[in-house]
């Protein structure tokens, strides 16, 4: 399904779970999420990125892609962070300490990244499969405390050691989410602002159909400035897009797509949901205030299921009694 998928592009499959999606950059497919590598092949010590770190379970992984593409003992210059979600910066701490490398993110994720806060609680009432409704009641939702390995990315929206970069706020999906983007030739990392699958079904999950969608729902605690973030990410047209989730994609779909999930962004957005209405709001200490939560039919739903077992059981032992 992938491979189909990248016959239409220009996105290179390199084997195994590595494709180059642009210039200098690797897009590292894990179980659940993407990570990206910045720089030339063989580059050197310090002379390339890591952009997001994965699972807590993917340190091996990444260290053993990058030193197929950089070298055994090449180390990155930084790890940039799109935000501070668990399956983005779950090895973040193993990989800085190894590399003794520093992590840079957003002002606004510092809470979530340094122990201060926890996000906004997920919300499985959002529908949209399985993941959604069962799968996100298990995820953490910090924080994380990277110490002083974590640092805030400059004001000025420059990446530092990386110039022909920038870094582009794009909240809703968090407060401090941001995308990097290359002006040159249109390359967009995209973290969750959107994604090219519909990641709430466990269906889209495990065939991966490849589409321009909104950003993980069950995760995302503010909707109004998810839709201005996908504006705004449209208005820069970009050529390639490599997304959180899903299969990088490029060119005229990825125009076309992304354009029509801009401008029509009010559509994706859940039926109901505990933030649907009303965001969370949080500020530079971390959450301030959610709204209070909605109905969720899950809960009682076991229960019901829990209570016609016990009886079902019980009824069966006393027919073999």
């Not at 809703?172 to 973290?191: A, C, K, N, Q, W």
Request: aromatic share 8%; with cysteine; charged share 20%.
């Amino acid at each position: 399904m992938m491979d189909k998928a990248l016959q239409k592009t220009g996105i290179r499959h390199e084997g195994g779970r590595l494709m180059e999606v642009a210039r200098d950059v690797a897009c590292l497919q894990l179980s659940l999420v993407n990570v990206c590598f910045i720089g030339p092949r063989r580059a050197g010590d310090r002379s390339w990125f890591l952009v997001d770190t994965g699972m807590p379970t993917s340190e091996h992984a990444i260290l053993r892609e990058a030193e197929q593409r950089f070298g055994r003992m090449s180390r990155p210059q930084a790890i940039l962070l799109t935000h501070g979600h668990f399956d983005h910066v779950g090895s973040a701490q193993a990989l800085a300490d190894h590399w003794d490398a520093p992590v840079y993110a957003h002002r606004l994720e510092m809470p979530y990244l340094t122990g201060r806060s926890s996000y906004p609680p997920q919300d499985p009432t959002v529908g949209g499969g399985a993941i959604a409704m069962l799968g996100s009641r298990l995820f953490p939702k910090g924080p994380f405390d990277l110490g002083n390995r974590v640092q805030t990315l400059p004001e000025d929206g420059s990446v530092p050691g990386l110039p022909g970069w920038r870094w582009i706020h794009t909240p809703g999906h968090t407060p401090g989410h941001v995308s990097f983007f290359r002006d040159e030739d249109r390359t967009l990392i995209v973290g969750d602002a959107f994604v090219t699958m519909r990641q709430e079904s466990l269906l889209s999950a495990l065939t991966r159909k490849q589409e321009v969608w909104r950003p993980p729902a069950y995760f995302t605690p503010d909707w109004e400035s998810a839709r201005e973030s996908v504006l705004a990410l449209a208005h820069l047209d970009p050529a390639v897009a490599a997304t959180g989730h899903g299969i990088p994609m490029s060119g005229e779909r990825l125009r076309r797509e992304l354009n029509d999930l801009a401008h029509h962004f009010e559509e994706v957005i859940p039926d109901h949901g505990r933030y649907v209405d009303r965001p969370a709001l949080t500020d530079e200490r971390g959450v301030v205030s959610v709204p209070p939560p909605v109905f969720d039919p899950v809960p009682p739903m076991l229960v019901g299921l829990g209570v016609l077992a016990l009886i079902g059981g019980r009824f069966l032992r006393g027919r073999h009694a």
